[in-house]
């Protein structure tokens, strides 16, 4: 569905690049996660393959289609949610969606439907520049629907939001993903991305470290631990052991045998932590 070989671009037009030569492909039907620090190149990466940044060097195809030759089916076919609210402040939400609809080639979605699903419906009347920011991200998050994408570019799109809107957020891009809709997914946000994700590319500086699976990533590159809250002497204690050592096998074999456990649970290395592994950067 997205096929990327050898991206580069330079906003400087010269050696010093924000991308240097990123290449994935993203299958039909996948989320894709792009992940990555502020400033690792995620945003510039989506920015050409959506039409924003030309395409300086090397190859994007999107549904078949070279995107340096562009077509109305292509657009139609696209839909993204930017991070930054671009919408129209002077108009109502629902008149935002009744305008973008109309740039559209191809049979849009009822935008109340779409405010619904975001929980907007009671908004649909008010003035954008009446809406908090969190009201502004779920407006183009509604807004990227409108035209039932094919291929879906989503910007950070929970940030900012309460648990509860994330949530609903997150549920939405999981039921698009059962319809088949291609997922391109760009956050920081390492436990956004392993719950949703099919696969994951991990990119710094503008390269690429590794794409794989977060499952993958996880035998590969974590460490399982067991975390044992047991009471001695009459006193609550706790002991983190890792599942891969000789002498914490022993120590839980020991606890196991002779101290009164309460509670015992496995754990692994977090998306993020295996991210500063292979990286040597954190995420901010």
């Not at 696209?78 to 740039?103: C, D, H, P, W």
């Not at 935008?111 to 009347?125: F, I, R, S, T, Y």
């Not at 991200?137 to 291929?151: C, D, E, G, T, W």
């Amino acid at each position: 569905m997205i096929r990327v070989s050898h991206l580069y671009h330079s906003y400087t037009n010269d050696d010093n690049y924000a991308v240097k030569d990123v290449s994935f492909e993203v299958e039909r039907g996948e989320i894709f996660g792009f992940l990555g620090p502020s400033g690792a190149g995620k945003s510039t990466t989506q920015k050409v393959l959506i039409g924003l940044l030309p395409l300086q060097q090397g190859e994007a195809i999107i549904n078949g289609v070279d995107i340096r030759k562009g077509s109305g089916a292509l657009l139609n076919s696209i839909g993204v949610s930017f991070e930054q609210a671009n919408v129209y402040k002077k108009l109502t939400g629902l008149e935002n969606l009744e305008f973008f609809a109309r740039m559209f080639d191809v049979p849009t979605e009822d935008p109340m439907k779409v405010l619904k699903m975001v929980g907007l419906e009671d908004a649909a009347h008010q003035r954008a520049g009446s809406y908090s920011r969190g009201m502004l991200q779920r407006l183009v998050f509604a807004r990227s629907m409108i035209n039932k994408p094919k291929i879906w570019f989503l910007d950070e799109p929970t940030a900012g939001l309460d648990p509860g809107t994330a949530s609903v957020i997150k549920d939405i891009i999981w039921s698009k993903k059962q319809e088949g809709t291609t997922i391109f997914l760009t956050t920081h946000n390492m436990f956004i991305a392993d719950e949703l994700c099919d696969r994951v590319a991990f990119i710094t500086d503008g390269a690429l470290n590794v794409i794989d699976s977060p499952r993958n990533l996880k035998l590969k590159y974590g460490q399982k631990f067991v975390r044992v809250e047991y009471i001695e002497n009459g006193q609550d204690r706790s002991e983190m052991l890792s599942l891969t050592s000789n002498e914490d096998r022993k120590r839980l074999a020991e606890l196991s045998a002779s101290a009164q456990i309460e509670t015992m649970h496995t754990q692994e290395a977090t998306l993020e932590q295996i991210f500063i592994r292979i990286t040597g950067k954190e995420l901010r």
